[in-house]
């Protein structure tokens, strides 16, 4: 088992920024990367970004050059540094992991933590 906590999400108006904090516990040593995905209404799931364990990133197209993940130096942690935003990234965020590198890079993930609102007002 994993455990995933993520930092508080906020209100910010478009063309600023949030950063997104989470720490992982529990079977650490089996994660395959960490990445945040997120949810919002009347809109699929989108895979964020993630990072993987050997450190390689990705990025969706809807926020390349925009935004930035990265990990703590326990590896534990992970963070997603969002500038520049617009309300279409409005949305809740979920931090999440997945035991296998695989798994992260198709978004099939098998923790997640409870969620996060993030709302960019226009």
């Known amino acids: 088992q994993v455990q995933l906590v993520e930092s508080v999400g906020g209100l910010v108006q478009a063309g600023g920024s949030l950063r997104l904090s989470c720490a992982a516990s529990?079977?650490?040593?089996?994660?395959?990367?960490m990445g945040w995905y997120r949810q919002a209404p009347g809109k699929q799931r989108e895979t964020v970004a993630f990072?993987?364990?050997?450190?390689?990133?990705n990025y969706a197209d809807s926020v390349k050059g925009r935004f930035t993940i990265s990990r703590g130096n326990a590896k534990n942690t992970v963070y997603l540094q969002m500038n520049s935003l617009k309300p279409e990234d409005t949305g809740v965020y979920y931090c999440?992991?997945?035991?296998?590198?695989?798994?992260?890079?198709?978004?099939?993930?098998?923790?997640w933590g409870q969620g996060t609102q993030v709302t960019v007002s226009s």
């Open positions: 999440a992991t997945a035991g296998r590198v695989t798994a992260v890079v198709a978004g099939s993930w098998d923790y």
């Open positions: 529990g079977r650490i040593f089996s994660i395959g990367g």
């Open positions: 990072i993987t364990s050997g450190g390689s990133t």
